[in-house]
Nanobody, 124 residues
Framework: QVRLVESGGGLVQAGGSLRLSCAAS????????MGWFRQAPGKEREYVGV????????YYADSVKGRFTISRDNAKNTAYLQMNSLKPEDTAVYYC?????????????????WGQGTQVTVSS
């Protein structure tokens, strides 16, 4: 059974940092796209960023570009989302997702596996 488990969320003041982890089990994803999404209350789930297979390339939404960084440790089958210079508008539940393929996927439909989400709250 494939599982993705996020951790690292919490409450932080504006300008602070958090690092989210996404640990995968049940299969390896070293050749697959790993994406991060977020969903604020009353809003649709939105794309944050994606790392293509083997960590070759990363892409980000304009809203987080320059502040967030995606990385992965294939030996640990874990992906990370480093979030710096956090803003109150970054408050959301953050989800990691894995695709059965590799690509620059921004749509939730492109992902086959999802974590349960971790809450990030940024206070002003």
């Amino acid at each position: 059974q494939v599982r993705l488990v996020e951790s690292g969320g919490g409450l932080v003041q504006a300008g602070g940092s958090l690092r989210l982890s996404c640990a995968a089990s049940g299969r390896t994803f070293s050749r697959n796209a790993m994406g991060w999404f977020r969903q604020a209350p009353g809003k649709e789930r939105e794309y944050v960023g994606v790392m293509t297979w083997s960590g070759g390339s990363t892409y980000y939404a304009d809203s987080v570009k320059g502040r967030f960084t995606i990385s992965r440790d294939n030996a640990k089958n874990t992906a990370y989302l480093q979030m710096n210079s956090l803003k109150p508008e970054d408050t959301a539940v953050y989800y990691c997702a894995a695709s059965a393929y590799s690509g620059r996927y921004v749509s939730t439909n492109a992902y086959d596996y999802w974590g349960q989400g971790t809450q990030v709250t940024v206070s002003s």
